[in-house]
């Protein structure tokens, strides 16, 4: 058979995975009355690991039947039909796949799976004719896992996202574009060129190889120059993006960078859930998992503190008037470790840091208090 033993944080990004969906099929099947749920894994592999475990597509087709199930019986399932939609473009681990997702017991009818043998970009095309274009006012969550650094389409990611109610968890490979860059900064590999400008969907990535190629870099600092670029071009079509760091050893050693898994989502909400699953399976109160649980430094994201955050909302926000509560929370989800700014606003707001204010004036609230109530109307003066 076809398939390769499960490293530890091969079963991280599966629990990372399964527990969002835990909460995301849930509160789509009660948010969007009627219509169809979409699954979508771009890289679904064998379904089941070498050492017995499950993949991800069999954990989604069991977190579906889960939420569609329970929903029913709570009477809270609004939605019309979960479909699980796994491409693979190996012809024997397409066989494999299409084993172990049909063994997998499913007593509803309303949760349905489709495997497709085909590459993921080429794929979403006959998925758009065969589901009536699911890219509309469904929800979908679309997990995207390849192997390497180069087989990650950003045009196909963004043309994802620009749906509003579709998501993104991705693997972006940092390890593999940063040796491409190493590489051709040496004169090795100059057609890897096509494959990085497919991976960030323009030649950006070029400023970050002339650094590279101009200061004494260390591997470190390109891999987060190119994580930081990645970010900021998701977030060119999606309102939020966030990393998780996997430290991974590669068989070399342990200072390996591995990859990142990032969550690209215009929803608050999706956000929110999905830092605090990857804060729940992250080591030493950080978003990282490392297959050596080291102690090294933090490559992105470091555990952060509330002053230190504090200071960056500060910063980042600086010398503006009535900034509004969903932009703080935007910087918040993205930029810092918190899941809520209210512990960053209230340490600022207790030491008269900020001015805080309310636009309507019939509502009055608790000074360093931030009632769900009362956001729409805060307005927000730094100085």
Known sequence: MPTWPAEPHTLAKIIILRKYLDAWFPIVGRGFPGRAIYYIDG??????????????PVVALEAA???????ITSGKWKAGAITCIFIESDAQIHNSLMSEVGAVSVTTPHVKHRV???????????IRSDFSNPFGNSPVFVFVDPFGPTRLSFDTVANILRARSCEVLLHFDADGATRIIQALNKGFNKSSKDSLDRVFGNDSWNAVADISATQ??????????????YLARLRTVSRYAFPF???????????EVGYYLIMATNHALGLEKMKSVMKGVGQDGAYRFSNFRSRQPLLFNPPSSKISDSESLLNYFKGRKDVKWSDIVQFTLNETDFISPKTMLKFLEDKNVIEVRLAGKTI??????YPDQVQPFLRFNFP
């Open 216 to 229: 004494s870099n260390s591997f470190e600092q390109v891999t987060r120059r190119l994580v930081q670029l």
């Open 65 to 71: 039947e889960q939420a569609f199930t329970n929903g």
């Open 116 to 126: 497709y043998l085909g590459e993921f970009d080429f794929t979403l095309n006959r």
């Open 364 to 369: 009055t609230r608790k000074r360093s208090t």
């Open 245 to 255: 760091q996997m430290i991974t050893p590669a068989g070399r050693h342990e200072s």
């Open 43 to 56: 890289f679904a592999g064998p379904g089941r690991y070498a050492t017995g475990e499950a993949g991800s």
